[in-house]
């Protein structure tokens, strides 16, 4: 859309009318009042139109910063998932640090293993501490 408009303050200001016999010539003041309210049109339009814009702008604003939260919370996740992580590994690494290259370690060593990283992970979910546990 074309908002150039044709008038401007100072052109309303000094527009001067040519007299006639019954005061100003009235075709000339209807084209000039034609064109004031053209440029009143065309005001009218960019007004509404940058209102919409503003508004469309605004949304997007408020959907990015709704993301920025979002991606806040889901890197907060990430981090207590990498932390668990890093738990489990220094647990796992603990558990085979035992094993050296020599002891040729087999399926059976590993399924053993696995098993009982299970049955310690079972006792943590039911409140039991494996580590505290002592043998009889």
Do not use: W
């Not at 859309?1 to 009235?26: C, P, Q, S, T, W």
């Not at 049109?41 to 939260?69: T, V």
């Amino acid at each position: 859309m074309d908002y150039r408009l044709e008038l401007n303050a100072k052109a309303i200001l000094e527009k001067k009318f040519a007299k006639n016999v019954k005061g100003y010539d009235a075709s000339e003041v209807d084209e000039f009042l034609d064109c004031v309210i053209r440029d009143y049109q065309k005001f009218a339009l960019y007004h509404r139109d940058m209102e919409a814009h503003a508004q469309a702008l605004e949304e997007k604003l408020a959907s990015i910063c709704s993301g920025n939260e979002e991606n806040e919370k889901n890197r907060q996740k990430t981090l207590e998932r990498l932390k668990e992580l890093e738990l489990e590994n220094a647990s796992l690494h603990n558990k085979l640090d035992g094993i050296k290259p020599g002891d040729n370690p087999t399926v059976e060593n590993l399924e053993y293993i696995q098993r009982i990283n299970a049955l310690e992970d079972y006792l943590y979910r039911i409140g039991v501490d494996p580590r505290t546990i002592k043998a009889k």
